[in-house]
């Protein structure tokens, strides 16, 4: 709500006899932090927090309220230590958003920087190019020649990858549920 001019005017009026814009004493921080103090809140209830879940279904944050949050973070620069601790405070059981460690072990391996670097040194080695086909685009892939799932030993091997475009990794032997075939096969 946006007030008139003549209420900002009465506001004005009416706050120029307080103490607006003086410090708060060290007395008085003293004293308010001290009331807080041993205070003890009650966990929301299951009932309660279903229900902000259920008001929340839906919700979508407006354009104006995401460009403002990226604005206001635009000026931020953290170190390399500060961002370490804020990953660590947030990791596993920390996370407001933990289930109980149910990611399958796949995601959680894919996620790690060794994977990464894996990733990175197969991409390297084959200058960016599909080996089959030559594709030079965004839809190069890294491939486990034996799969990921069967040789968990050679995961982060670079001999055991290669690069491959989008089409030609769906035609491998290994390419989504045809794992479980070359698993019975061997």
């Not at 410090?23 to 309660?48: A, D, F, I, V």
């Not at 390399?80 to 601790?85: N, V």
């Not at 959680?108 to 599909?130: G, H, M, Q």
Request: hydrophobic content about 25%.
């Amino acid at each position: 709500m946006k007030h008139s001019e003549e209420t900002k005017r009465k506001i004005s009026e009416s706050n120029k006899g307080k103490n607006i814009g003086k410090k708060t004493s060290e007395e008085t921080k003293t004293k308010q932090r001290n009331s807080h103090l041993g205070r003890k809140y009650k966990p929301m209830s299951e009932q309660g927090r279903e229900n902000i879940r259920i008001a929340h279904l839906g919700y979508k944050t407006p354009e104006e309220t995401k460009k403002k949050l990226s604005e206001a973070n635009k000026g931020i620069k953290r170190t390399e230590a500060q961002k370490k601790h804020l990953s660590e405070i947030h990791k596993g059981e920390k996370n407001p958003q933990w289930k109980g460690g149910v990611t399958p072990i796949y995601k959680v391996i894919r996620s790690l920087p060794e994977y990464k670097l894996w990733r990175a040194a197969v991409f390297e080695r084959d200058n960016y190019t599909c080996i089959w086909c030559g594709k030079r685009d965004k839809t190069i892939q890294a491939d486990h020649i034996k799969p990921f799932s069967l040789f968990p030993e050679l995961r982060f091997a670079i001999d055991n990858g290669r690069t491959l475009c989008y089409d030609c990794h769906k035609t491998t032997d290994s390419w989504g549920k045809n794992v479980r075939w070359m698993q019975d096969k061997q």
